[in-house]
Every structure is written in C-alpha cells, then in structure tokens.
C-alpha cells in the first residue's frame, strides 16, 4: 500500500497527520498545495477531496481520507502498533477528549481560512485576529493542561505518545505564532518539550517538510 | 452502570449525543446547564467538566467524559449494537470524516461562546454574525451534500442510522435558525429528513426535551 498524504507544510491539521504516520513508522508521499495562493481549490485536488481542505491521505486504490480526525482514528484501526490511544475504552475516552479539546475547540477557530474571513469580510485589523486566535488557544489549553496533570505521564497521556500529542504539538507551534503566554501552561509545555523531542515527531515539524519556505 | 448527560437543550452537541445514546436504546438522566445564563461555568460544573462546557456524560465511578466527539466513540466501543459506524475500516474512516465534516469544520464556528465573541469583542452586527454561520454551514454542507450522495442509501451513510446522522440532524436545526438555504443540499437534506422521522433521533429533538423553553 502506497500512501500519499496531500498537506501543506505550514498546515497544523497536516503536521498532526505527519504526527501520526511518522509514529506509526510508515512512509508516505508528499503532495504539497499552497494555501496562501488557494491551491487546495484547484480542480484537480477538489476531484479528490471535495471540500477542498488539506490534508487528505490518498491510501491506493483510488481511496482518498479526507479530515485529519478521521485519518489519525484509521491509522490506529489498521496500524495498531504502536498504539497511539489507550486499550481502556474509558481511557481511550479520556484521551479521545483531550484530543478534541484542541480539534473542536481551537484549531476550527484559527484556521487561515477562518483569520482570511475575520480580516477581510468582517473588516477586522490584524491585531484583533491575532487576538482572537489566543483567546481560543487560552481556553483549550487552560482546560487541557487540567487534564494533562491528571493523565499525563511525561507524554500528555501517559508514558508513551498519543493520539494527544499528535495535536497538541502542532496547536503549541501555532500558538507561538500568535504570541500566546504559554507559561501558564506548565504542564502542557512540559508535555509538549517532551513530545517535540521525539525522533518522529521532531521530523515531524514544518521546517522540515520539503515544501517549507 | 447509571448514565447522566449534562446538556442543554438547544446546544448542537448535547443534542448529538442525546441521539446516539437514543439510537443505542441506553437511559439517561439529564441535568441542564443554562448557556444563556453561562451556568456552564459554575465551579459545581467545571469541578466535573474543566472546560466547562457542554455536554460532558457521567458514566460512574466518578468517571466524566467531556466532549461528544469522545462521548459517541465512547458509546460506540462500549455499546457496540447496533452500530453506529461501518465494520470495514476504510469505510468508517469516511464516515468519521463526514462526521467531521460538522463537527471540525462547522459546527465550532457556530457556537454560542463564538457568536457572543463576535458581537462582543469584535463588535459585529446581528446581521454579520448570522452570514458568518451562514458561510461556514454552506461551505461543509455543500462538500456534505456530495458525500452523502456518494455513500448515502437512504441516511447519510448506508441505509441505517449512523454517527453522521447524529452530526447532520442538529446541524440542519441549527442551519434553519440561521436562515441558511438549504435547497442547494438535495441529498443532504433527503437523508435529514429520513434520519429526522426515526423514533430515536425524533426523541432527540431540543423541543422534546425537558429544559426546553
């Protein structure tokens, strides 16, 4: 099986997807659609993804995984080593929540699509976007760093990496383009150093990928 | 094992989760939390739910699940009949990816907190906020409307009542208070009001529900 993962460098939904692949040892493709000149709207892409939104993993036979959520929850339904979630169904609830914490309640908000609107239809200056998307990151990650203290063991759930910190590495990235205050955050920063020093995560990072500026 | 949904009638996601655990035929008691009023962050609640918002389900022991994307994976590993999502795992992933679909990309546009943001701190009209919900309800639904046609036979996935039905029905309901046109989207909204007659997910509906105005 051949995979090619459709992203962007720069893309926090696609560094999760690398995230994951990379955890779970696997090669892949990379086909890159720049976001800033809207090539993820091209017809050739939308023939496969419709939605038009990086990333999309292409897994052969003409089979095309749109949505990052779902790409990481078929990684671990057909390579389940290692294990990126809990065997516990209660705990793999619990870190299926912490995952969402940031896929539902911050990264949708900060979206470059979503900053675009908020600039150019609703008139906003560049200082209230800005503004806009810490407000969103401060939220989930003063929830999020309640549930890593409960759950985290080095990782952000338990001793080895997670579903969780396939998200949480790439929103802290974000984060810091944004100026958010993360001190506040000691135990998802801690969290997040450990996992950002992980071989596979660490290659991983935007500035690695071959399309990165 | 005794199951309390902590909901509020009119939220989207408590409403998703009130049909999967209606479609898996479970009991449940309900309390409410007023967003209008911002109960949701009352220490009672956040003492349960950090994030401190809804919905989060009590499963006992003391064991709380926040966040209904984790809630329905939940139901649907601990309550595997009747199933919710495809056996074959390609298959569930594109079902989890028009789950997605809503639940990533609009659903967490449209939610009270960022309406009040919008109007609040960014001090947008009325008017502006409801075309921004507009905007993001058309453009999942539009990318929708082809996947349910593509994999769609009668509900919007296959022809049983699936987790993406438990997405699509509250969302059509909230599109609708947004004033969205919703002709554009004729297999999306063949399979709504197919999903929208089953006994279980009309029991669902926020009017049904005891905390309703």
């Keep these: 099986m051949t995979l090619t993962l459709h992203g962007y460098w720069r893309s926090g939904t696609s560094y999760r997807t690398r995230i994951a692949l990379n955890l779970k040892g696997l090669e892949y493709a990379q086909v890159t659609h720049d976001l800033r000149k ?21 897994i052969g036979n003409g089979v095309v995984l749109p949505q990052s959520v779902a790409i990481l929850e078929w990684l671990e339904d057909t390579h389940p080593e290692p294990p990126l979630l809990p065997r516990d169904a209660n705990e793999r609830a619990i870190a299926r929540a912490m995952c969402a914490t940031i896929g539902s309640d911050v990264h949708p908000l900060n979206n470059l699509r979503i900053l675009k609107y908020l600039k150019n239809e609703l008139g906003q200056e560049q200082a209230a976007v800005d503004a806009w998307a810490r407000h969103w990151i401060a939220e989930g990650f ?11 063991a080095g990782y952000a759930y338990g001793a080895t990496p997670s579903l969780v910190d396939c998200y949480l590495v790439p929103q802290v990235y974000s984060a810091e383009r944004f100026g958010s205050t993360l001190s506040a955050y000691p135990n998802l920063m801690a969290a997040y150093e450990k996992a950002a020093a992980h071989p596979a995560i660490a290659a991983a990072h935007p500035d690695k990928q071959p399309d990165a500026d």
Tied chains: 1, 2.
Excluded: F, R, S
């Design 142 to 152: 003063a929830a999020l760093d309640t549930m890593i203290a409960a759950h985290g």
């Design 38 to 58: 809207g090539e993820q709207k091209n017809a050739a892409y939308t023939a496969l993804a419709p939605q038009g939104l990086v990333p999309a993993l292409e």
